[in-house]
């Protein structure tokens, strides 16, 4: 599709726009050999100091991600369907990041290989579909991101177990790794970051409230470039569109499941949860309560082990792209 129809077009030209600013300001950083102090953490950045910081954050997120995908099957089952429209939360502090490395964002060319549900970063020419940000450095959100996959989980998982397995993994590399700022964070904040992975966006907006207080906001101070805004004009118009998708989904599921009425005692209840949970999802949807992440993940993880219906397989990969998008 054109660059210009994909709904992710005026956040990808706020990203271009933005980025000469943070790279003019890490290059005088760089030229001036400035110290920048941060009192309260007991910090001292030099250019140097925050490259290695950079470093260090890009190898516990590669290690957090080689864990994900080699360890755990569900990654490797579902190739990446959360590279969807509105996931990758791109913030100041990627940028700034990718300057320190000496990288650059993806420029994109004006036909994408993305359609309009996916990620206009997301690269479809390949097989399979790769992200165009450097390996060096994908978002914070992009990097945390983790959930159980789209595939049913084997008769009779524990899905809570499993998530519990997933998340203690990836809770000892971010704590075996986290770099010493975001420690010298956690004891000002008394605030133990690993503890947010939970709920892996819960986790990304909290490592960039923290990356915002010890190094981006100092560093804006000393070198002022205006803060990407986090969530521009643009972004509610595509949740509601995804919405509407949802929306349409869960009539003509509730219209097939009123159809299909045979089955055993054990199909009739699994059918009747179904239905519940589609009237909660409809409820979400509609009024956007404050414990929608934590609702939609419940929904989530009941129905990764949906084995029997079908039904259940095409809700879960609603909930899942929902999920992916839901701030
Ligand atoms: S990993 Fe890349 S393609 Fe996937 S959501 Fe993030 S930026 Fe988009
Ligand atoms: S949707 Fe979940 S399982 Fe699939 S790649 Fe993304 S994080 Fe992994």
Avoid at 279 to 295: F, K
């Amino acid at each position: 599709m054109e660059l210009t129809a994909h709904p992710e077009q005026a956040r990808y030209r706020q990203h271009q726009a933005h980025w000469p600013f943070c790279r003019t300001a890490i290059e005088r950083w760089r030229v001036d050999g400035s110290t920048i102090p941060v009192a309260v953490y007991d910090l001292a950045w030099t250019y140097t100091g925050a490259q290695t910081f950079v470093h260090q954050l890009a190898d516990l997120f590669q290690t957090y991600n080689r864990v994900l995908w080699e360890h755990f099957p569900y990654c490797s089952a579902c190739g990446g369907q959360c590279c969807v429209v509105d996931a990758s939360d791109v913030r100041t502090f990627d940028l700034l990041a990718l300057a320190l490395l000496g990288e650059t964002p993806p420029v994109l060319p004006a036909w994408l290989d993305a359609g309009r549900r996916t990620c206009i970063y997301l690269t479809s020419g390949s097989e399979p579909p790769r992200c165009s940000w450097p390996e060096r450095w994908r978002t914070v959100k992009c990097w945390s991101f983790y959930c159980l996959g789209s595939k049913p989980l084997a008769k009779g998982a524990d899905v809570g177990e499993s998530y519990r397995m997933l998340t203690a993994a990836l809770a000892s590399i971010v704590e075996e790794r986290l770099p010493q700022p975001l420690r010298r964070y956690e004891g000002v904040a008394n605030e133990q970051l690993s503890v947010r992975l939970e709920d892996p966006v819960d986790f990304s907006n909290t490592i960039h409230r923290a990356l915002a207080a010890i190094f981006v906001d100092p560093f804006m101070q000393c070198y002022p470039i205006a803060s990407l805004a986090v969530e521009p004009p643009e972004a509610t118009p595509n949740l509601f569109l995804l919405e509407d998708e949802v929306t349409d989904f869960i009539v003509a599921a509730m219209v097939e499941l009123d159809d299909d009425r045979a089955g055993s005692a054990g199909d009739l209840l699994a059918k009747q949860q179904l239905w519940e949970d589609l009237a909660t999802l409809s409820w979400i949807v509609e009024n956007r309560p404050a414990t929608a992440r934590r609702q939609l993940h419940e929904l989530v993880q009941r129905h990764a082990q949906a084995q029997d219906f079908d039904l259940g397989h095409r809700l879960h990969s609603q909930l899942l792209h929902l999920l992916a998008v839901w701030q």
